[in-house]
């Protein structure tokens, strides 16, 4: 008789844990699983076909938001400017100073066309028409506007010119111009110093890199939160960067399942799924005489871990609607009161956010 009881109490034993495991698998999956429109397939400039919202709260370090920062820091640092050796080397006066070298060409004679033409080419295209003036000009004129073009070239020359501020600073040669000079000679004057003006200053890329680094590092971390129900991407947009992160964040774009989401799921099953076959192996082994009702149990209580985990979270409206009462009621209806109230409270389990 003993040895019957104690043959009767492993049965029990091992339907229970039959029981407890296939329980346990079936809501491992069914928690480890993500019913909530995340998808890992996802890319940027893909378009979404589902509404995405924050299941909780987080705050992230945005890397997108952070790129934008650093090139928006780079883009006020102006282009770093440094003397042109080039120019500055050659001194005050040259050969090719606008006074001197016209000059040359005067003082070689030769033929009148000749030095018309020369003369025409170290001008500026739209004064070449002066050059017949200035090779008919008087020695004593000449020296007067040769005077005379190189001040006002050695003033402007001495300011600091780059390549965007050479057409500014040409447009105020004709004001620096003596107004004791005749008009036709006032207009030599301008032309000779627009014909030989170059830039002083050019850019200089190395410190130009430089400082437009120095102020992309000292920009700080961006970080965005993203608070609870908080519409990620809806429904028909394309997806940009920043929907990426956000999906990362919460972990919404994972191609498959975790190993650490599985674990987590299965130590959150564990505890009720451990009570329930306690309880049973215990108190209601009468339960698993009939196999039907040990099934019926099972699959109740599986059905409510899915609908809760599909109805739930962030979705207050369908839980309005759908009954997700009505499996625990059947198990209290079907199989017993005190089962029911054991199943209840460890239903929560079986859904996160």
């Known amino acids: 008789m003993n040895a019957r009881v104690e043959l009767d109490r492993r049965t029990v034993l091992v339907r229970v844990l039959?029981?407890?495991?296939?329980?346990?698998?079936?809501?491992?999956?069914?928690?480890?699983?993500?019913?909530?429109?995340?998808?890992?397939?996802?890319?940027?400039?893909?378009?979404?076909?589902a509404t995405i919202k924050a299941p909780y709260r987080v705050t992230f370090g945005s890397q997108s938001r952070m790129r934008e920062a650093r090139l928006a820091a780079a883009a006020t640092i102006p282009d770093q400017l440094t003397v042109d050796e080039r120019i500055a080397g050659r001194g005050a006066r040259t050969p090719d100073d606008p006074p001197l070298d016209i000059s040359d060409a005067r003082a070689r004679g030769g033929s009148p066309d000749v030095s018309v033409v020369e003369t025409q080419r170290m001008l500026d295209p739209a004064a070449a028409d002066l050059a017949v003036d200035i090779v008919a000009m008087a020695s004593g004129e000449w020296l007067t506007v040769a005077a005379e073009t190189q001040r006002v070239f050695d003033v402007v020359a001495r300011g600091r010119i780059s390549a965007p501020q050479l057409e500014s600073t040409v447009a105020i040669v004709p004001g620096l111009v003596s107004p004791t000079l005749p008009e036709r000679h006032a207009r030599l004057v301008g032309a000779l110093v627009r014909a030989h003006l170059r830039p002083n200053y050019i850019r200089d890329p190395v410190a130009t890199e430089r400082a437009r680094r120095d102020a992309q590092d000292r920009v700080e971390p961006v970080r965005v939160t993203l608070e609870r129900g908080e519409t990620i991407i809806r429904d028909g947009t394309v997806v940009r960067t920043l929907d990426i992160e956000k999906l990362d964040a919460i972990g919404?774009?994972?191609?498959?399942?975790?190993?650490?989401?599985?674990?987590?799921?299965?130590?959150?099953?564990?505890?009720?799924?451990?009570?329930?076959?306690?309880?049973?192996?215990?108190?209601?082994?009468?339960?698993?005489?009939?196999?039907?009702?040990?099934?019926?149990?099972?699959?109740?209580?599986?059905?409510?871990?899915?609908?809760?985990?599909?109805?739930?979270?962030?979705?207050?409206?369908?839980?309005?609607?759908?009954?997700?009462?009505?499996?625990?009621?059947?198990?209290?209806?079907?199989?017993?009161?005190?089962?029911?109230?054991?199943?209840?409270?460890s239903s929560r389990s079986w859904w996160r956010p």
Do not use: C, H, K, N
């Open 18 to 49: 039959i029981l407890a495991v296939a329980l346990y698998l079936a809501l491992v999956a069914i928690v480890s699983l993500r019913f909530d429109g995340g998808d890992g397939a996802l890319r940027e400039g893909t378009v979404s076909q």
């Open 252 to 345: 919404l774009r994972r191609d498959g399942i975790a190993w650490t989401d599985i674990a987590a799921s299965g130590l959150l099953v564990f505890p009720p799924v451990a009570g329930l076959a306690i309880y049973v192996y215990r108190l209601r082994g009468s339960l698993l005489d009939r196999p039907r009702r040990a099934v019926a149990l099972g699959v109740l209580i599986v059905a409510t871990a899915l609908v809760l985990r599909l109805v739930l979270p962030d979705r207050e409206t369908i839980a309005y609607i759908v009954p997700i009462g009505a499996p625990i009621l059947l198990i209290s209806i079907l199989l017993g009161f005190d089962l029911a109230l054991m199943v209840a409270p």
